[in-house]
């Protein structure tokens, strides 16, 4: 791989961009209605915005989960960015980047969305979903309360894989599980 492709796909191939430049944010007086959309259209997996503004925090309805115990704050315009179960941004906060989805590149003036289940396990506030979209799942509580079908649609942040990993650990032997043995290691035959 290339340096060149880890740079932005950004067509003015300045410098970084300021997440002003990017994000604006539609505020609404009426409680949990504003939301952000993007001042610019990207490719793909494009990276929208690095995370560099974050600090520890507590497990609250603005905090992002982090690993299977950290939460944090993303003290910035980036908390505006409102759950749609057919998200048009992924929070990666492995690589502290906020990027274009996999599967369709974003188009300036849309909404800016992810799938909050990738980073939280059991959210401080539930809700109904109203994001009106095709995949929607309704209830929005985290991913423990998922469906590993539906789960598997989205990327995923690691902590939340490897909490459904222990998940499914644990309900197999709770023997109530529909997981059978994951394990695939007995037939592959290299150590
Ligand atoms: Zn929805």
Request: glycine share 6%; proline share 5%.
């Amino acid at each position: 791989m290339s340096p060149s492709q880890e740079t932005i796909p950004d067509a003015s191939g300045a410098a970084p961009r300021e997440l002003s430049q990017v994000l604006a944010i539609n505020r609404s007086t009426k409680a949990f209605s504003s939301y952000a959309v993007s001042l610019v259209s990207l490719p793909a997996g494009a990276l929208y915005a690095p995370i560099t503004t974050a600090t520890p925090g507590v497990k609250a309805y603005t905090s992002v989960q982090v690993s299977e115990t950290a939460h944090i704050e993303l003290n910035s315009d980036l908390v505006f960015c409102n759950h749609s179960c057919d998200p048009s941004l992924i929070f990666d906060m492995e690589r502290n980047e906020v990027r274009v989805v996999d599967e369709r590149a974003l188009k300036e003036g849309e909404k800016v969305t992810f799938f909050y289940p990738s980073t939280e396990w059991e959210m401080a506030q539930p809700f109904d979903c109203t994001c009106g979209t095709e995949r929607c799942v309704k209830r929005i509580s985290g991913a423990k309360d998922m469906d590993e079908e539906v789960l598997k649609r989205y990327r995923l942040n690691g902590h939340i894989e490897r909490l459904l990993e222990q998940r499914r650990k644990e309900r197999g032997q709770n023997g109530n599980a529909n997981g059978h043995p994951t394990n695939g290691h007995a037939t592959n035959g290299t150590a």
